[in-house]
């Protein structure tokens, strides 16, 4: 009878260690699952901007591409261009 009894608490208390045990790994594939859908979203986009990267840099497009890159990167401009600065501060 204490045999039964005994046996019956191990295999209760197995059952429960198996349950969390399950429930945890269940928890770690969801977060997995979740960084590599993130991967993939920003595999997306890098290829996308990649894509704008050849177009800019294609024989068609170089004198766009050179005139971006004096405009966002040096700041210069056009002879006729007027540019005005914000100096409120806001």
């Keep these: 009878m204490k045999s039964k009894t ?6 209760g208390v197995v059952l429960a260690a198996s349950v969390c ?3 945890v790994l269940r928890m770690g594939t969801i977060a ?7 991967g993939n979203n ?3 986009q890098q290829k996308l901007r990649n894509n704008e990267m050849e177009d800019l ?5 170089e004198e766009d591409f050179y005139k971006d890159a004096a ?4 700041g210069y401009g056009k002879s006729d261009e007027k540019v005005y600065l914000d100096v409120t501060g806001q």
Excluded: A, Q, T
Aim: aromatic share 8%.
């Design 6 to 11: 005994f046996i019956r608490i191990v295999l």
């Design 21 to 23: 045990s399950l429930i």
């Design 32 to 38: 997995s699952d979740k960084k590599i859908e993130e």
């Design 42 to 44: 920003m595999l997306k």
């Design 57 to 61: 840099l294609s024989e068609e497009n």
């Design 71 to 74: 405009e966002k990167h040096y």
